[in-house]
């Protein structure tokens, strides 16, 4: 006989426990902010569509202060078991930039490109090209993703996660960083299921590289965030100040096949083919023996 179980581990709930306590601390900085900043709008006798257009137009300047805050807060807690306590040796090591093979690159030109062929880019006539907001834009994005990625990265090393959970993780997490966006960043609608895409790639390349945050750090800032900031597929701003917009939009289908290709792409470089499928075989099964566990007699 054999019975279900729901049951997690202590180091999973460790890891869910900081990274929602991460979140509230991104949804109260956020809120205070915004509170702060209306008020002294109202003083002025400002309408309500005046406020909301402002909190638009400012939309990564109050983001990248809201997850550096809440990021900095945060890591103070994680970092309380490290022996070091230094932030920089704990994530990039010496020489992290330099032992990095050339399939991980022709990996990020396959996947930018592939992006770019699917959402069929165009210009946009008649809109004054801005330098001011694609800078702010593509490194929004990177702290957009970034924060949230480095605290996951970081819990990692502390509370390890195994089997199941660590394959569970892939598909939970993306979306609770999807929900707490979406709950967080409530005057943009531009947050949909390319925000889950791009943070299950980032943490699958963190994830594949255990000891080298280079690589997601790298995909980031050099494909998924000008990517945004140039192709208006921005996760606040939309492609409302971009000078190219994607006239077809990503269905969810395409996503995941994109993300799957990329993701074998890896594995097959890194462990070989044989290998690789070795490692989904044990991923299934143990996603699927975290739910059926044997009765004892």
């Known amino acids: 006989m054999s019975?279900?179980?729901?049951?997690?581990?202590?180091?999973?709930?460790?890891?869910?426990?900081?990274?929602?306590?991460?979140?509230?601390?991104?949804?109260?900085?956020?809120?205070?902010?915004?509170?702060?900043?209306?008020?002294?709008?109202?003083?002025l006798e400002h309408r309500l569509s005046i406020i909301e257009e402002w909190a638009f137009e400012k939309s990564w300047e109050i983001a990248i202060l809201t997850k550096?805050?809440?990021?900095?807060i945060i890591l103070m807690f994680i970092l309380i078991k490290s022996e070091t306590r230094d932030l920089k040796k704990e994530i990039l090591p010496k020489k992290a930039f330099f032992n990095i093979p050339m399939s991980f690159y022709v990996a990020g030109l396959f996947l930018f490109l592939f992006l770019l062929w699917l959402g069929n880019p165009s210009f946009v006539?008649?809109?004054?090209?801005?330098?001011?907001?694609?800078?702010?834009?593509?490194l929004g994005v990177v702290v957009f993703y970034g924060a949230d990625l480095l605290v996951l990265y970081s819990l990692k090393d502390y509370y390890p996660i195994t089997g199941a959970e660590r394959t569970s993780q892939f598909i939970l997490l993306p979306f609770?960083?999807?929900?707490?966006?979406?709950?967080?960043?409530?005057?943009?609608?531009?947050?949909n299921f390319f925000v889950v895409f791009c943070m299950f790639i980032?943490?699958?390349?963190?994830?594949l590289e255990k000891k080298q945050f280079a690589y997601p750090l790298i995909l980031l800032f050099f494909v998924l965030a000008p990517f945004a900031a140039v192709f208006g597929v921005d996760p606040l701003w939309g492609a409302e100040n971009s000078y190219l917009i994607m006239k077809d939009a990503y269905n969810?289908?395409?996503l995941i096949i994109i993300s799957s290709v990329f993701a074998?792409?890896?594995?097959?470089?890194?462990?070989?083919?044989?290998?690789?499928?070795?490692?989904?075989?044990?991923?299934?099964v143990n996603l699927f023996k975290s739910f059926v566990r044997p009765k004892r007699s």
Not at 17 to 28: G, K, M, P, R, S
Not at 68 to 72: K, N, P, V, W
């Open 3 to 43: 019975k279900l179980h729901f049951l997690p581990s202590r180091n999973f709930l460790y890891c869910f426990t900081y990274y929602a306590f991460y979140q509230l601390l991104v949804w109260l900085i956020h809120l205070i902010i915004i509170s702060f900043i209306s008020f002294f709008h109202f003083l």
């Open 264 to 284: 074998c792409y890896l594995l097959a470089k890194k462990m070989g083919t044989k290998n690789m499928f070795r490692y989904f075989y044990l991923g299934v």
């Open 68 to 72: 550096g805050i809440a990021l900095f």
């Open 176 to 191: 609770l960083f999807y929900f707490c966006s979406k709950g967080i960043f409530i005057y943009n609608n531009n947050i």
């Open 202 to 207: 980032l943490m699958f390349v963190a994830e």
């Open 252 to 254: 969810t289908s395409s």
């Open 125 to 138: 006539e008649a809109r004054d090209f801005s330098v001011f907001n694609l800078i702010i834009s593509w």
